[in-house]
Nanobody
Framework: VQLQASGGGLVPPGGSLRLSCTAS???????VGWFRRAPGKGREGVSC????????IYTDSVKGRFTISSDNAKNTVYLQMNNLKPEDTAVYYC??????????????????WGQGTLVTVSS
């Protein structure tokens, strides 16, 4: 099982990035989450999508700015991040939840993790 996260980079405040998470196997019917770890902080759940029906959840700080989606034909989940803020700076990880198909923002419920991609929001 492999998850490949990509799409990070350096953007100014107010900018946008799209992160991708590509799996080595079909994502349907599993849930895929995005998490982040900011410098000096613990890992935080950002968003999750249920590949079976497209249901999504978001942490409050990104609602209205981030959009998660799943392209099952490409075994890929995307995280579109708009209006980025300096506090969004972090290493972003995608993760796959095998046991239970419902979304969660608790990292201990996820079974497989990608390698992380760095997002830096700075002028």
């Amino acid at each position: 099982v492999q998850l490949q996260a990509s799409g990070g980079g350096l953007v100014p405040p107010g900018g946008s990035l799209r992160l991708s998470c590509t799996a080595s196997f079909p994502l349907d019917p599993y849930a895929v989450g995005w998490f982040r770890r900011a410098p000096g902080k613990g890992r935080e759940g950002v968003s999750c999508v249920e590949s079976s029906d497209g249901s999504t959840i978001y942490t409050d700080s990104v609602k209205g700015r981030f959009t998660i989606s799943s392209d099952n034909a490409k075994n890929t989940v995307y995280l579109q991040m708009n209006n980025l803020k300096p506090e969004d700076t972090a290493v972003y990880y995608c993760a796959l939840k095998i046991i239970g198909l419902s979304c969660s923002l608790y990292d201990f419920e996820y079974d497989y993790w990608g390698q992380g991609t760095l997002v830096t929001v700075s002028s």
